[in-house]
């Protein structure tokens, strides 16, 4: 294992529920039937391509430039919740395990599909752990495509055999896998099915069961 490439939002920090909570507002003004189930869909997917699904929960027909707006005031609120992210708002284990990674020589990248990540990062102030941060505004497939992880392993100089994954989306276990590199799941098995090894919280995630699992791999 030469490199570690975090997804964000649900591994280093839990915006995933400011993300749900966001479009949950935008649906029930749309009076669309959005849920926590549903929104597993949603994980790990662009902005635009989220709209996309929670529109298709009902019959209304959009214009672009009304999509572009909706999407818009979804961000903003989004925004108004994530300026109250503080460090203390770091997962269970993601400070020691970064610093675990940093200490052993070991690449450290972030493949997350949010424009808003490098803010976040900054906000949680670990921006200084990570080689390489991957620009999702040159992404041309975001997850599940592999593309993401796959730039994220180019950038360190890495092969993708060499490098582990963590995510908490389907998508983005899916993305991993078929960029070639070990997936770790955070999450239960039920959500994380396709991964090669699940852990129920990020408390879980060691240097060592890191190493040793990637390792062992099959
Ligand atoms: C991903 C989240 O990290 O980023 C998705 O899992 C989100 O829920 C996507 O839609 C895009 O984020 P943003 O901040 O650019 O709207
Ligand atoms: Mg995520």
């Excluded at 796959?150 to 963590?166: E, M, N, R």
Aim: proline letters at 4%; hydrophobic letters at 40%; aromatic letters at 6%.
């Amino acid at each position: 294992m030469k490199a570690v490439i975090f997804d964000l939002d649900g591994v280093i920090t839990d915006t995933a529920e400011y993300h749900y909570l966001a479009w949950k507002s935008l649906a029930d003004e749309l009076g669309l039937p959005f849920d926590k189930e549903y929104n597993e869909k949603l994980k790990g997917v662009s902005r635009m391509e989220s709209l996309e699904l929670i529109l298709a929960l009902g019959n209304a027909q959009y214009t672009d430039e009304q999509k572009y707006q909706l999407a818009d005031q979804k961000n903003e609120l989004y925004k108004e919740m994530i300026k109250k992210v503080t460090p203390a708002d770091l997962l269970p284990g993601i400070e020691s395990l970064l610093k675990e990674l940093k200490e052993a020589g070991i690449l450290i990248a972030l493949a997350s599909a949010s424009k808003n990540a490098p803010f976040i990062l900054d906000r949680l102030e670990v921006t200084p752990y990570f080689d390489h941060v991957v620009d999702v505004t040159q992404i041309k497939n975001g997850k599940p495509d592999p593309e993401i992880f796959l730039t994220g392993a180019a950038k360190l100089g890495v092969l993708p055999s060499d490098c582990v994954g963590v995510e908490d989306a389907e998508a983005g276990i899916e993305s991993i896998r078929s960029a070639g590199m070990y997936a770790v799941g955070v999450g239960t098995p039920a959500q994380m099915q396709k991964a090669d090894l699940i852990v129920a919280s990020t408390s879980e995630l060691t240097l060592d069961l890191l190493k040793s699992s990637h390792a062992n791999r099959a």
